[in-house]
C-alpha cells in the first residue's frame, strides 16, 4: 500500500495550507487523474471533498471568523498557492471554494481570465459538480 504523507505549513496567522503527497512523491489526484485544490474559509469541507471527488493535493484552509480587513490579504495569498500549484502540474486543477461569497469573488478577480488550466467544483444537493472556468470567448471578444 502506498503510504500518504502529509505536510502542514503556516503560512500566516490562522491560515494552514496542507499538503497531500504519496510517499513516491506523486501529486495526488482525484479520480479522473486531476489535483484538487481545497480553499475552506470559516467551516472545513475537505472531508466532504475527499469523500465525492477524492483525497486534495492540497487544503488552504482558516478555520476562524475573518474581518473584512483581511479579505485582500487572504486572497492574495490563496491566489499566490494556486499560481504556484497550476505552474508545478500538466492537468487541469481542480478548485473547490468555501468561504464568504465576497472573498471568492476577489479570488476569482485575482485569476481573471490569465489562467484556464482549472475547473471549479461547487456543491449541488448531495455531491459536487464540476464546470469549466469563464473564458474571454464567452464574452464574444473579437
Given at each position: 500500500?502506498i503510504?500518504?504523507?502529509?505536510?502542514?505549513?503556516?503560512?500566516?496567522?490562522?491560515?494552514?495550507?496542507?499538503?497531500?503527497w504519496?510517499?513516491?512523491?506523486?501529486?495526488?489526484?482525484?479520480?479522473?487523474?486531476?489535483?484538487?485544490?481545497?480553499?475552506?474559509?470559516?467551516?472545513?469541507?475537505?472531508?466532504?471533498?475527499?469523500?465525492?471527488?477524492?483525497?486534495?493535493?492540497?487544503?488552504?484552509?482558516?478555520?476562524?471568523?475573518?474581518?473584512?480587513?483581511?479579505?485582500?490579504?487572504?486572497?492574495?495569498?490563496?491566489?499566490?498557492?494556486?499560481?504556484?500549484?497550476?505552474?508545478?502540474?500538466?492537468?487541469?486543477?481542480?478548485?473547490?471554494?468555501?468561504?464568504?461569497?465576497?472573498?471568492?469573488?476577489i479570488?476569482?478577480?485575482?485569476i481573471?481570465?490569465?489562467?484556464?488550466?482549472?475547473?471549479?467544483?461547487?456543491?449541488?444537493?448531495?455531491?459536487?459538480?464540476?464546470?469549466?472556468?469563464?473564458?474571454?470567448?464567452?464574452?464574444?471578444?473579437?
Amino acid at each position: 500500500m502506498i503510504e500518504l504523507i502529509e505536510i502542514v505549513e503556516t503560512i500566516h496567522k490562522g491560515i494552514k495550507i496542507i499538503y497531500n503527497w504519496y510517499k513516491s512523491k506523486k501529486i495526488i489526484t482525484n479520480k479522473s487523474g486531476n489535483p484538487i485544490f481545497v480553499l475552506e474559509i470559516g467551516r472545513q469541507i475537505h472531508k466532504d471533498v475527499k469523500k465525492h471527488l477524492g483525497e486534495p493535493y492540497a487544503i488552504f484552509s482558516y478555520s476562524g471568523n475573518i474581518s473584512s480587513d483581511k479579505f485582500h490579504e487572504i486572497c492574495v495569498i490563496a491566489y499566490k498557492k494556486i499560481e504556484e500549484i497550476l505552474s508545478s502540474i500538466e492537468k487541469e486543477l481542480i478548485i473547490v471554494l468555501s468561504g464568504p461569497i465576497v472573498m471568492m469573488f476577489i479570488l476569482g478577480q485575482l485569476i481573471g481570465f490569465t489562467k484556464t488550466n482549472f475547473k471549479i467544483a461547487y456543491w449541488k444537493g448531495s455531491t459536487y459538480e464540476i464546470i469549466n472556468p469563464a473564458t474571454r470567448e464567452m464574452l464574444s471578444w473579437k
